[in-house]
């Protein structure tokens, strides 16, 4: 059950973020130039990365709604539901008619769809991880939690297969009709992915407190009085993936094609590298957080991330392909995989089972919303005003060293169990039980 559990998180997680990064990477280098009004090229471009950050204020709502779902009717029915959301939205964003053609409606269309694109990614990391960390076996959790991540590099590494040979054609035929068919493409994918989510189990933790009668009636009030200090806690930690994130894969596509003159092919092309190692680096990372521990393995990654924050863009600059590829394999890949990699069982550890997938997605989702989809705009904008990157490497390394502070302050729940199958009961206590 846990091999057929974590391929379907794993799946599951690749289709919903193909959907998502592919907003990504149209925001950085197609919608600014068809559902915005010719003009100002900078401020369409921060008009398109601002439709993007919409996305990740809609997350934490995503994250709440769907997490006291998941923590009252189960893990495996909240996303079953999200995956349909997000192909749905998908599916018609590759349809909206231009600004030409409709006008202000066709950027009104895309921020609805886009909110509702935010609304399902929002409890999906938080689901996929949680699935398989309640059901992996004691002493493997970090291995068997950080393996559905490396589906968002599955959804990145599809979206970029697909959106890639669509660069090549002819701007004119690029523009209008090009980039909607990977959209498209949303709505086919659909049926693979339910089928795959139906025919999991319920998670044992979940199971077992239903059984006992322990579900909370209102998860997100039961985390805000008994385990807020938590809360707190996995905020600052996932503020550290977020920058090594989106700096590489959103602000970077449009910095290497606007600022340094690059083909967009570069920068897609290097998404497609550094994900591609991402299958093999998160879980070595998950796996190495359960021999070393949670908190120095994710604090590894955070001091690399912030190392390399201005060798990142001095790397950019040189308009090198393969020192391109350097950069963003770096930060994207090793640095944010150490992160993501231990931070997937980190979180699940601080909250008990009544009140786990409301607290783990709350913390991840407001802090995407803060320092996620934000960054790109914040980074284009500061770039334009400074006429360089320095700026914006040291949000990235003052950013780093928050998420190391959280991460310094939540405790190593390796030893927790999280049911009966594990040969204990479910331990994690909340703060004012402890």
């Known amino acids: 059950m846990i091999r057929r559990v974590v391929s379907a998180s794993t799946i599951g997680t690749a289709l919903e973020w193909y959907d998502f990064m592919l907003y990504g990477t149209a925001a950085a280098l197609v919608f600014g130039k068809v559902f915005f009004p010719e003009g100002d090229p ?35 029915f909240v996303l079953v539901v999200t995956l349909t959301v997000m192909a749905v939205s998908s599916t018609a964003i590759g349809l909206i008619p231009d600004y030409a053609s409709i006008g202000v409606a066709a950027p009104v269309l895309l921020v609805l769809l886009r909110v509702t694109q935010g609304l399902g990614a929002g409890a999906e990391y938080a689901g996929g991880a949680l699935m398989a960390a309640e059901h992996a076996p004691p002493g493997r959790r970090g291995l068997f939690a950080a393996i559905p991540p490396t589906g968002n590099a599955l959804g990145v590494i599809l979206a ?18 090009g980039w909607r068919v990977p959209f498209l493409v949303s709505i086919l994918i659909l049926p693979v992915g339910l089928y795959i989510r139906s025919r999991v189990d319920e998670t044992p933790a979940f199971t077992e407190t239903v059984e006992a009668g322990d579900r909370s009636r209102a998860p997100l009030v039961a985390v805000l009085r008994e385990a807020p200090g938590s809360l707190v806690k996995s905020f600052l930690v996932s503020v550290g993936p977020n920058v090594a994130t989106y700096i590489p894969s959103v602000y970077a596509l449009s910095y290497v094609t606007d600022n340094v003159g690059l083909a967009a092919a570069v920068a897609t092309g290097g998404l497609l590298v550094a994900n591609t190692i991402k299958l093999v680096t998160l879980p070595l990372s998950g796996a190495l957080s359960d021999r070393l521990g949670r908190k120095p393995v994710f604090i590894a990654g955070a001091t690399l991330c912030a190392v390399a924050a201005f060798p990142f863009f001095w790397l950019l600059d040189t308009g090198n392909t393969m020192l391109v590829w350097l950069a963003m394999v770096v930060v994207l890949t090793f640095a944010n995989d150490l992160m993501l990699g231990s931070q997937a069982s980190m979180l699940p550890e601080q909250f008990p089972t009544r009140m786990r997938f409301t607290g783990v997605a ?62 204990v009961r479910d331990t994690a206590p909340a703060e004012r039980g402890r």
């Not at 369409?44 to 998941?70: E, K, N, Q």
Request: with cysteine; glycine share 14%; net charge positive.
């Open 362 to 423: 709350a913390a991840r989702e407001l802090a995407a919303a803060a320092a996620g989809g934000t960054l790109p705009f914040i980074a284009a904008f500061l770039t334009a005003r400074t006429q360089g990157t320095w700026a914006i490497s040291a949000l990235m390394v003052v950013m780093c060293a928050i998420a190391v502070a959280g991460a310094l302050g939540v405790r190593d729940g390796r030893s927790i169990p999280f049911s009966s199958g594990s040969g």
């Open 160 to 177: 970029a297969l697909v959106f890639t040979p669509f660069t090549w054609l002819p701007e004119d035929a690029f523009l209008s009709w």
């Open 42 to 76: 900078l401020a369409a471009t921060l008009a398109s990365l601002g439709t993007f950050a919409v996305g990740f204020f809609a997350r934490p709502i995503g994250g709440l709604l769907f997490g006291h779902l998941g923590d009252r009717h189960g893990r495996r």
